[in-house]
């Protein structure tokens, strides 16, 4: 159902017209503790720098110039500290207790793979998939460029070798090869430079697939001796510097998103330690923001100043209604003696 709502928004302002149609990866982690709070587990918060208990959602959505639409998400079950609070579901085959299933079976890079198809079997025609650095793996990379998709990605410090003139180097190694060639960005603070090299796809040791992609090294033009350097892979070749920084950008959107959700529209704010719940919950998020969202686009009004107005509306109902019980609650006293 949300994903058919996303569609019918996505049509509706003529959102497949755009040049850009990025599908944007991420996850957020839910704060949650307590023995009869289900699916939570211990998650690396890297805004804190420590673990946490609770809920990790993953995300994927359509990012563009005119807006984001939330698509899919899927809640991560990690293998620390794992509170199942006794899960049970009268129908096997449902939706919650599939997804239920998935959590807690497949990894986030797993996940994201299998959320990729149904999303392209709608008939989206997404042109890029835009992720941070957690999703930076050949196996991802490999995903994408099998449905005809363009991946950016920033990519980790870590030991993919990548090919420049027969030769093999890890990400950290180039960059000491390009440091020196870095020019500096008309109006802006950064330096940036780019190579074309080949990347092995390839998870087996005596198997080689090749591909050519394009790594954009970013750093600001003053350090003050911090290694602030950061690299992002691009599997089309012809984009330039700008444009890849361009649509990585629109990866923000779903940070405006997770704020929405996680301060404004109740997300995994149940009081109730039932999976099912939880699962309601994310995608009733989704579909509250793209209710507001329509609304901004048909007024023209912004995003923040209608979802006010609505909260308003709804606070002076409850309001109304606690009121009402009030009024009854002294009418029946008052006739009562």
Known sequence: MRLEVAHQLIRQYNLLNEKTLALVVDDTIKHRRGRKVAATSSHFDHTLGKNVMGQQVLE???????????LDSEIYVSKKKVLDAKVS???????????????KKDNKNE????????IIRKGIPLTHVVADSWFGNKENIKSVLN???????????????????????CIVEIYALVRRKMKKVKNSKYRNCTLNVQLNLSTQLRKEEWVNVKLLFSAPSNQNGKDQWAVFLSTD???SATEILEIYALRWGIEVYFKEIKQHLGFLKEQSGDYAVYYASIHLC???YMLIADRM?????????????????????????????????????ALHS
Do not use: C
Request: cysteine-free; glycine content about 8%.
């Open 297 to 333: 686009m048909t007024s023209g009004t912004a995003f923040g100043k209608i979802r006010n107005q609505i909260t308003g509306q709804l606070e002076m109902l409850t309001f109304a209604r606690l009121l009402w019980e009030l009024f009854k609650a002294l009418i029946h006293g």
């Open 237 to 239: 070749t012809q984009l």
């Open 286 to 288: 989704a579909i509250r």
């Open 147 to 169: 449905a005809e998709l363009t991946a950016i990605f920033r990519m980790k410090r870590g030991n993919i070798k990548f090919r420049i003139n027969e030769k093999d180097y």
């Open 89 to 103: 579901f009268k129908d096997k085959r449902s939706a919650v207790a599939r997804d239920y299933e998935v959590a």
């Open 60 to 70: 994927a959505g359509l990012a563009t110039q005119k807006g984001y639409a939330p």
């Open 111 to 118: 996940m994201f793979r299998q959320m990729l198809k149904p």
